[in-house]
Protein backbone atom coordinates (compact mmCIF):
# COMPACT_ATOMS: atom_id res chain seq x y z
CA UNK A 1 0.00 0.00 0.00
CA UNK A 2 3.04 2.27 -0.04
CA UNK A 3 3.18 5.03 -2.72
CA UNK A 4 -0.49 4.68 -3.78
CA UNK A 5 -0.88 8.26 -6.01
CA UNK A 6 -4.38 8.72 -4.25
CA UNK A 7 -2.89 8.09 -0.82
CA UNK A 8 -4.04 11.45 1.62
CA UNK A 9 -1.88 9.77 4.29
CA UNK A 10 1.48 8.62 3.83
CA UNK A 11 4.04 6.88 6.22
CA UNK A 12 7.18 6.16 4.97
CA UNK A 13 10.00 4.48 7.37
CA UNK A 14 8.55 6.05 10.59
CA UNK A 15 10.88 5.77 13.50
CA UNK A 16 10.13 7.44 17.32
CA UNK A 17 12.63 6.81 19.64
CA UNK A 18 12.53 7.90 23.41
CA UNK A 19 16.27 7.63 24.39
CA UNK A 20 16.90 3.61 23.93
CA UNK A 21 13.00 2.87 23.58
CA UNK A 22 11.92 2.18 20.42
CA UNK A 23 8.00 2.97 20.56
CA UNK A 24 7.39 3.05 16.63
CA UNK A 25 10.65 0.77 14.50
CA UNK A 26 10.40 1.62 10.83
CA UNK A 27 6.31 1.89 9.95
CA UNK A 28 5.37 2.62 6.30
CA UNK A 29 2.06 2.73 4.98
CA UNK A 30 -1.11 4.75 3.18
CA UNK A 31 -4.59 5.34 3.81
CA UNK A 32 -6.92 6.40 0.87
CA UNK A 33 -10.38 8.38 0.61
CA UNK A 34 -13.28 7.08 1.13
CA UNK A 35 -11.64 4.26 3.34
CA UNK A 36 -11.25 3.01 6.66
CA UNK A 37 -7.64 2.11 7.64
CA UNK A 38 -7.09 0.11 10.72
CA UNK A 39 -3.99 0.18 12.91
CA UNK A 40 -4.88 -2.93 15.05
CA UNK A 41 -2.75 -4.30 18.16
CA UNK A 42 -2.52 -4.17 21.70
CA UNK A 43 -2.20 -1.51 24.30
CA UNK A 44 1.42 -0.54 24.15
CA UNK A 45 1.92 -1.22 20.64
CA UNK A 46 2.88 1.94 19.24
CA UNK A 47 -0.55 2.93 17.77
CA UNK A 48 -0.77 6.18 19.75
CA UNK A 49 2.43 7.06 18.95
CA UNK A 50 2.04 6.53 14.94
CA UNK A 51 -1.44 9.02 15.34
CA UNK A 52 0.73 11.54 17.37
CA UNK A 53 3.28 11.23 14.35
CA UNK A 54 0.41 12.08 11.76
CA UNK A 55 -0.72 14.68 13.78
CA UNK A 56 2.09 16.63 14.69
CA UNK A 57 1.68 16.02 18.12
CA UNK A 58 5.13 14.21 18.32
CA UNK A 59 8.58 14.78 16.44
CA UNK A 60 9.27 11.63 14.30
CA UNK A 61 12.74 11.02 15.07
CA UNK A 62 12.87 9.52 11.45
CA UNK A 63 10.81 8.81 8.27
CA UNK A 64 8.31 10.99 6.26
CA UNK A 65 4.84 11.89 7.23
CA UNK A 66 2.16 13.72 4.29
CA UNK A 67 -1.32 13.95 5.34
CA UNK A 68 -2.94 15.62 1.88
CA UNK A 69 0.39 15.74 -0.08
CA UNK A 70 2.09 18.39 3.24
CA UNK A 71 5.10 16.78 5.09
CA UNK A 72 4.07 17.54 8.64
CA UNK A 73 7.13 18.44 10.01
CA UNK A 74 7.92 21.03 7.02
CA UNK A 75 4.30 22.45 6.56
CA UNK A 76 2.34 21.40 9.52
CA UNK A 77 0.14 24.30 9.45
CA UNK A 78 -0.77 23.39 6.07
CA UNK A 79 -1.20 19.56 6.40
CA UNK A 80 -3.02 19.87 9.93
CA UNK A 81 -5.91 22.31 8.11
CA UNK A 82 -7.54 19.45 6.33
CA UNK A 83 -7.19 17.16 10.03
CA UNK A 84 -9.23 16.50 12.23
CA UNK A 85 -7.87 14.77 15.66
CA UNK A 86 -10.32 11.92 18.07
CA UNK A 87 -7.89 11.41 21.04
CA UNK A 88 -7.60 8.55 23.67
CA UNK A 89 -8.11 11.24 26.23
CA UNK A 90 -10.86 13.50 26.02
CA UNK A 91 -10.76 17.11 24.51
CA UNK A 92 -13.34 18.29 26.48
CA UNK A 93 -14.00 21.43 28.65
CA UNK A 94 -16.20 19.51 31.33
CA UNK A 95 -17.22 22.67 33.23
CA UNK A 96 -19.21 24.15 29.94
CA UNK A 97 -21.78 22.78 27.67
CA UNK A 98 -21.18 20.95 24.66
CA UNK A 99 -22.46 23.63 22.51
CA UNK A 100 -19.51 25.81 23.69
CA UNK A 101 -17.33 23.08 23.34
CA UNK A 102 -18.22 22.54 19.52
CA UNK A 103 -17.80 26.43 19.04
CA UNK A 104 -14.32 26.42 21.02
CA UNK A 105 -13.24 23.55 18.63
CA UNK A 106 -14.91 24.80 15.27
CA UNK A 107 -13.47 28.63 16.11
CA UNK A 108 -9.66 26.72 16.80
CA UNK A 109 -10.12 25.65 13.17
CA UNK A 110 -11.18 29.19 11.36
CA UNK A 111 -15.06 29.07 11.66
CA UNK A 112 -16.77 32.62 12.54
CA UNK A 113 -19.93 34.12 12.94
CA UNK A 114 -23.29 32.24 11.62
CA UNK A 115 -21.21 29.12 9.84
CA UNK A 116 -19.90 28.71 13.23
CA UNK A 117 -23.31 28.60 15.00
CA UNK A 118 -25.21 26.39 12.18
CA UNK A 119 -22.29 23.96 12.07
CA UNK A 120 -22.36 23.32 15.84
CA UNK A 121 -26.20 22.82 16.05
CA UNK A 122 -25.53 20.64 12.59
CA UNK A 123 -23.11 18.44 14.43
CA UNK A 124 -25.37 18.38 18.02
CA UNK A 125 -28.10 16.69 15.82
CA UNK A 126 -25.80 14.56 14.10
CA UNK A 127 -24.39 13.28 17.59
CA UNK A 128 -27.88 13.37 19.31
CA UNK A 129 -27.14 15.46 21.50
CA UNK A 130 -29.24 18.54 20.88
CA UNK A 131 -31.62 17.92 23.34
CA UNK A 132 -28.73 18.32 26.00
CA UNK A 133 -26.41 20.91 24.07
CA UNK A 134 -26.84 23.39 26.68
CA UNK A 135 -25.75 21.03 30.03
CA UNK A 136 -21.86 21.11 30.98
CA UNK A 137 -20.04 18.62 29.28
CA UNK A 138 -19.58 17.03 33.25
CA UNK A 139 -22.93 15.90 33.22
CA UNK A 140 -22.67 13.55 30.47
CA UNK A 141 -22.22 9.97 30.49
CA UNK A 142 -19.11 8.25 29.46
CA UNK A 143 -20.99 7.12 25.65
CA UNK A 144 -21.88 11.06 25.52
CA UNK A 145 -18.63 12.69 26.03
CA UNK A 146 -17.15 10.29 23.44
CA UNK A 147 -20.12 11.19 21.28
CA UNK A 148 -19.27 14.83 21.54
CA UNK A 149 -15.77 14.85 21.39
CA UNK A 150 -16.12 12.88 17.90
CA UNK A 151 -18.00 16.10 16.90
CA UNK A 152 -15.08 18.64 18.13
CA UNK A 153 -13.29 16.82 15.63
CA UNK A 154 -15.48 17.19 12.46
CA UNK A 155 -16.55 20.47 13.12
CA UNK A 156 -14.66 21.61 9.99
CA UNK A 157 -15.70 18.93 8.34
CA UNK A 158 -11.89 17.54 7.60
CA UNK A 159 -11.09 15.24 4.79
CA UNK A 160 -8.40 13.09 7.09
CA UNK A 161 -10.08 11.88 10.45
CA UNK A 162 -8.02 10.21 12.87
CA UNK A 163 -9.39 8.10 15.62
CA UNK A 164 -7.23 6.62 18.38
CA UNK A 165 -9.13 4.08 20.44
CA UNK A 166 -12.34 5.78 20.33
CA UNK A 167 -14.58 3.88 21.99
CA UNK A 168 -12.87 3.28 25.52
CA UNK A 169 -15.04 2.80 27.75
CA UNK A 170 -18.81 3.47 26.26
CA UNK A 171 -21.94 1.89 26.48
CA UNK A 172 -23.27 -0.26 23.80
CA UNK A 173 -25.58 1.83 22.38
CA UNK A 174 -23.22 5.10 22.27
CA UNK A 175 -20.63 2.38 20.64
CA UNK A 176 -23.02 1.61 17.71
CA UNK A 177 -23.75 5.26 17.29
CA UNK A 178 -20.12 6.34 16.75
CA UNK A 179 -19.14 3.26 14.37
CA UNK A 180 -22.41 4.40 12.29
CA UNK A 181 -20.96 8.36 12.36
CA UNK A 182 -17.20 6.55 11.31
CA UNK A 183 -18.76 5.20 8.61
CA UNK A 184 -21.14 8.09 7.43
CA UNK A 185 -17.78 10.34 7.39
CA UNK A 186 -16.73 8.28 4.04
CA UNK A 187 -19.39 9.02 2.02
CA UNK A 188 -17.43 12.87 1.27
CA UNK A 189 -14.26 11.58 0.39
CA UNK A 190 -12.91 11.63 4.00
CA UNK A 191 -9.80 8.82 4.88
CA UNK A 192 -10.32 7.55 8.94
CA UNK A 193 -7.40 6.35 10.14
CA UNK A 194 -8.86 4.13 13.20
CA UNK A 195 -6.59 2.85 16.22
CA UNK A 196 -8.42 -0.42 17.97
CA UNK A 197 -6.79 -3.24 20.53
CA UNK A 198 -10.71 -5.20 19.71
CA UNK A 199 -10.94 -7.60 16.82
CA UNK A 200 -14.86 -7.24 16.17
CA UNK A 201 -14.43 -3.16 15.51
CA UNK A 202 -11.51 -4.17 13.00
CA UNK A 203 -13.46 -6.70 11.33
CA UNK A 204 -16.71 -4.34 11.20
CA UNK A 205 -15.21 -0.79 10.03
CA UNK A 206 -11.95 -1.54 8.07
CA UNK A 207 -11.51 -1.69 4.82
CA UNK A 208 -7.57 -2.04 5.31
CA UNK A 209 -5.28 -3.10 8.15
CA UNK A 210 -1.88 -3.02 8.99
CA UNK A 211 -1.64 -4.92 12.30
CA UNK A 212 1.19 -3.34 14.87
CA UNK A 213 3.04 -4.90 17.45
CA UNK A 214 5.87 -3.50 19.51
CA UNK A 215 6.33 -0.76 17.32
CA UNK A 216 6.17 -2.68 14.14
CA UNK A 217 3.99 -3.44 11.72
CA UNK A 218 3.59 -7.15 11.56
CA UNK A 219 0.93 -7.14 8.50
CA UNK A 220 -1.32 -5.64 6.36
CA UNK A 221 -3.47 -5.26 3.46
CA UNK A 222 -7.60 -5.88 2.94
CA UNK A 223 -9.24 -8.29 5.77
CA UNK A 224 -9.47 -10.74 2.83
CA UNK A 225 -5.83 -10.83 2.01
CA UNK A 226 -5.43 -10.75 6.15
CA UNK A 227 -7.56 -13.38 6.82
CA UNK A 228 -6.00 -15.55 3.85
CA UNK A 229 -2.27 -15.57 5.83
CA UNK A 230 -4.04 -17.65 8.12
CA UNK A 231 -5.17 -20.12 5.84
CA UNK A 232 -8.44 -22.55 6.05
CA UNK A 233 -7.61 -24.19 9.38
CA UNK A 234 -9.60 -24.38 12.06
CA UNK A 235 -8.69 -22.87 15.53
CA UNK A 236 -8.88 -24.93 18.79
CA UNK A 237 -8.19 -23.34 22.03
CA UNK A 238 -7.48 -26.18 24.85
CA UNK A 239 -7.40 -24.99 28.39
CA UNK A 240 -6.69 -27.19 31.23
CA UNK A 241 -3.14 -28.17 32.80
CA UNK A 242 0.25 -28.89 30.51
CA UNK A 243 3.36 -29.36 30.24
CA UNK A 244 4.19 -27.45 26.80
CA UNK A 245 6.87 -29.06 25.84
CA UNK A 246 5.71 -32.52 26.09
CA UNK A 247 2.40 -31.17 24.34
CA UNK A 248 3.83 -29.49 21.44
CA UNK A 249 6.25 -32.62 21.28
CA UNK A 250 3.23 -34.52 21.12
CA UNK A 251 0.88 -32.55 19.03
CA UNK A 252 4.25 -31.83 16.73
CA UNK A 253 3.92 -35.73 15.77
CA UNK A 254 0.64 -35.30 14.36
CA UNK A 255 -0.60 -34.46 10.20
CA UNK A 256 -1.18 -31.12 9.78
CA UNK A 257 -0.81 -29.91 13.19
CA UNK A 258 0.27 -26.07 13.95
CA UNK A 259 0.98 -25.20 17.17
CA UNK A 260 0.44 -21.41 17.60
CA UNK A 261 0.55 -20.97 21.47
CA UNK A 262 1.39 -23.57 24.13
CA UNK A 263 1.72 -22.72 28.04
CA UNK A 264 1.28 -24.75 31.40
CA UNK A 265 -2.44 -23.44 31.42
CA UNK A 266 -3.53 -22.88 27.49
CA UNK A 267 -3.04 -24.93 23.90
CA UNK A 268 -4.16 -23.23 20.96
CA UNK A 269 -3.86 -24.85 17.74
CA UNK A 270 -4.70 -24.68 13.92
CA UNK A 271 -5.87 -27.53 12.62
CA UNK A 272 -7.65 -28.87 9.36
CA UNK A 273 -11.31 -30.22 9.51
CA UNK A 274 -10.84 -29.70 13.72
CA UNK A 275 -14.19 -30.84 15.01
CA UNK A 276 -13.44 -34.64 13.25
CA UNK A 277 -10.48 -34.75 14.50
CA UNK A 278 -10.69 -33.74 18.36
CA UNK A 279 -10.59 -37.43 19.86
CA UNK A 280 -7.16 -37.46 17.73
CA UNK A 281 -6.05 -34.26 19.23
CA UNK A 282 -7.58 -34.96 22.97
CA UNK A 283 -5.33 -38.48 23.25
CA UNK A 284 -2.02 -36.55 22.53
CA UNK A 285 -2.61 -34.36 24.70
CA UNK A 286 -3.87 -36.88 27.11
CA UNK A 287 -0.67 -38.97 26.29
CA UNK A 288 1.44 -35.99 27.25
CA UNK A 289 0.71 -35.72 30.64
CA UNK A 290 -1.69 -32.82 29.80
CA UNK A 291 -5.57 -32.72 30.92
CA UNK A 292 -8.05 -30.80 29.11
CA UNK A 293 -10.90 -28.57 31.03
CA UNK A 294 -12.19 -26.75 28.22
CA UNK A 295 -12.53 -26.46 24.41
CA UNK A 296 -13.36 -23.79 22.03
CA UNK A 297 -13.45 -24.56 18.32
CA UNK A 298 -13.50 -21.55 15.98
CA UNK A 299 -13.05 -20.33 12.17
CA UNK A 300 -9.98 -18.49 11.03
CA UNK A 301 -10.09 -14.70 12.25
CA UNK A 302 -7.60 -11.65 12.61
CA UNK A 303 -7.02 -12.76 16.22
CA UNK A 304 -5.91 -15.95 15.04
CA UNK A 305 -3.71 -13.92 12.57
CA UNK A 306 -2.32 -12.35 15.49
CA UNK A 307 -1.37 -15.21 17.37
CA UNK A 308 0.15 -16.43 14.35
CA UNK A 309 2.52 -13.54 13.98
CA UNK A 310 3.42 -12.59 17.87
CA UNK A 311 2.84 -15.83 19.80
CA UNK A 312 0.08 -14.29 22.47
CA UNK A 313 -3.54 -12.62 21.98
CA UNK A 314 -4.02 -9.31 21.33
CA UNK A 315 -5.12 -8.28 24.45
CA UNK A 316 -2.14 -9.40 26.45
Request: contains cysteine; aromatic residues 6%; glycine residues 12%.
Amino acid sequence: MVGSTKAVIEVEGLRKLYGDFVAVGGVSFTAEPGKIFGLLGPNGAGKSTIIGCISGLLQPTEGTVRVNGHDVTKDGDTAKKGLGVVPQELSLYEDISATENLMFWGGAYGLTGPELKNRAKEVLTYTGLLDRAEEPVKNYSGGMKRRINFGCAIMHRPKVLLLDEPTVGVDPQSRVRLFEMVKEQLADGTAVLYTTHYMEEAEILCDELAIVDRGKLVADGTLEELRGMVGEKDVLRLTGTFDPEKARAALSALDDVTIDVAESEALRLSVSDGSRRLPELFQAVTDSGGEVRETTLSQPSLETLFIKLTGKELRQ
